[in-house]
């Protein structure tokens, strides 16, 4: 089974960065799709960014141009590097990995607060 480990979440100032990371607890997986979604307090789970093999990404409208997903994929590691952070930023963010064989993981979930 495909656990995900997670990294990089924490506290920050408006204004400020932070790089979240992700990467199979074992690489004998082949992935297909990696995502990062979030969830804040009392609000659904959203898509914040995936990226699929040949480096094609999307972005959450709410994000575009301050957000980077991007993916090493001799690694199966995803990263995302969040820029001029807001106070609406703040949610639990959670990767998501779908291997070649449709299954889905997630990780067990980073706390990103941003204060204003």
């Known amino acids: 089974q495909l656990q995900l480990v997670e990294s990089g979440g924490g506290l920050v100032q408006a204004g400020g960065s932070l790089r979240l990371s992700c990467a199979p607890a074992?690489?004998?997986?082949?992935?297909?799709?990696m995502a990062w979604y979030r969830q804040a307090p009392g609000k659904q789970r959203e898509l914040v960014a995936s990226?699929?093999?040949?480096?094609?990404?999307n972005y959450a409208d709410s994000v575009k141009g301050r957000f980077t997903i991007s993916r090493d994929n001799a690694k199966n590691t995803v990263y995302l590097q969040m820029n001029s952070l807001k106070p609406e930023d703040t949610a639990v963010y959670y990767c998501?990995?779908?291997?070649?064989?449709?299954?889905?993981?997630w990780g067990q979930g980073t706390q990103v607060t941003v204060s204003s």
């Open positions: 998501n990995a779908i291997t070649s064989g449709n299954r889905s993981a």
């Open positions: 990226i699929i093999p040949g480096s094609s990404t």
């Open positions: 074992e690489s004998r997986f082949s992935i297909n799709r």
